[in-house]
T-cell receptor, first 112, second 112 residues
Framework: DAGVIQSPRHEVTEMGQEVTLRCKPI?????LFWYRQTMMRGLELLIY????????DSGMPEDRFSAKMPNASFSTLKIQPSEPRDSAVYFC??????????FGPGTRLTVL | DQQVKQNSPSLSVQEGRISILNCDYT??????FLWYKKYPAEGPTFLIS?????DKNEDGRFTVFLNKSAKHLSLHIVPSQPGDSAVYFC???????????FGKGTKLTVNP
C-alpha cells in the first residue's frame, strides 16, 4: 500500500518567493496533519484537517502560511512570501479515527 | 513552552545492552502517550503507545513505562540492536483530540 506521499522532497528557493508543498494522504484516512521540524522547536503541529475541514490552525506561525484540503486525497501548504527562518523539514501525516498518525517522508525546505 | 520534554538530545549504548529514553510532560490533561522512531530522510513511524490507565506496555523488545504522579514516561529497548539507531520522539495527547504534542527527540546510537 502506498503511504503518505509528499512533494517535492527538496525545495530550495529565494526569500520572497512563494512555496507550495503538497501531500496525498493514505486512502481512507479522514484526518490530515501538517508538521514542521526544526532544531530549535522540534516537531510542531501547524494545522490539521478532519474530513477536509480545518480543525485547529493554532500552530500556523503567521499569515504568510496557509493550508488547504480541497478533497480527501490532496492538501497543500503554502508559504507566501517565504523567509529564511521558514527553512525546515515539513511533514504531512494522515490517520483514520481509531488509528495512529502515519507520516510522509517530508519536504526539506531551504529559503536563501 | 514545551509541554513534552526530552531532556537528553542524544544517547549512545552498546549492542545487546538496554537503552532507556526518557520523557517528561507538564500538562496533566494528557492521557495518551506514544513513541515514534525516525530514521534520516524518512518520516517518523509509530513504535508503541500507552494509555494513562496503565503503567506499562510491552511489545517485543520495546517497553514503555508511565509514572503519572511524576509526569514521566520512559522507553526501554532490550536488547539494543544497531538497527535501533534513530531519533526517538515522545508524544502526548488528550482523549478525544487527534492533536499530538511532540518532544524534540533523542538521537539513539547503538554501537556494534
Amino acid at each position: 500500500d502506498a503511504g503518505v506521499i509528499q512533494s517535492p522532497r527538496h525545495e530550495v528557493t529565494e526569500m520572497g518567493q512563494e512555496v507550495t508543498l503538497r501531500c496525498k494522504p493514505i486512502s481512507g484516512h479522514n484526518s490530515l496533519f501538517w508538521y514542521r521540524q526544526t532544531m530549535m522547536r522540534g516537531l510542531e503541529l501547524l494545522i490539521y484537517f478532519n474530513n477536509n475541514v480545518p480543525i485547529d490552525d493554532s500552530g500556523m506561525p503567521e499569515d504568510r502560511f496557509s493550508a488547504k484540503m480541497p478533497n480527501a486525497s490532496f492538501s497543500t501548504l503554502k508559504i507566501q512570501p517565504s523567509e529564511p527562518r521558514d527553512s525546515a523539514v515539513y511533514f504531512c501525516a494522515s490517520s483514520s479515527l481509531t488509528d495512529t498518525q502515519y507520516f510522509g517522508p517530508g519536504t526539506r525546505l531551504t529559503v536563501l | 513552552d514545551q509541554q513534552v520534554k526530552q531532556n537528553s538530545p542524544s544517547l549512545s549504548v552498546q549492542e545487546g545492552r538496554i537503552s532507556i529514553l526518557n520523557c517528561d510532560y507538564t500538562n496533566s490533561m494528557f492521557d495518551y502517550f506514544l513513541w515514534y522512531k525516525k530514521y534520516p530522510a524518512e518520516g517518523p513511524t509509530f513504535l508503541i503507545s500507552i494509555s494513562s490507565i496503565k503503567d506499562k506496555n510491552e511489545d517485543g523488545r520495546f517497553t514503555v513505562f508511565l509514572n503519572k504522579s511524576a509526569k514521566h514516561l520512559s522507553l526501554h529497548i532490550v536488547p539494543s540492536q544497531p538497527g535501533d539507531s534513530a531519533v526517538y520522539f515522545c508524544a502526548a495527547s488528550v482523549s478525544g483530540s487527534e492533536k499530538l504534542v511532540f518532544g524534540k527527540g533523542t538521537k539513539l546510537t547503538v554501537n556494534p
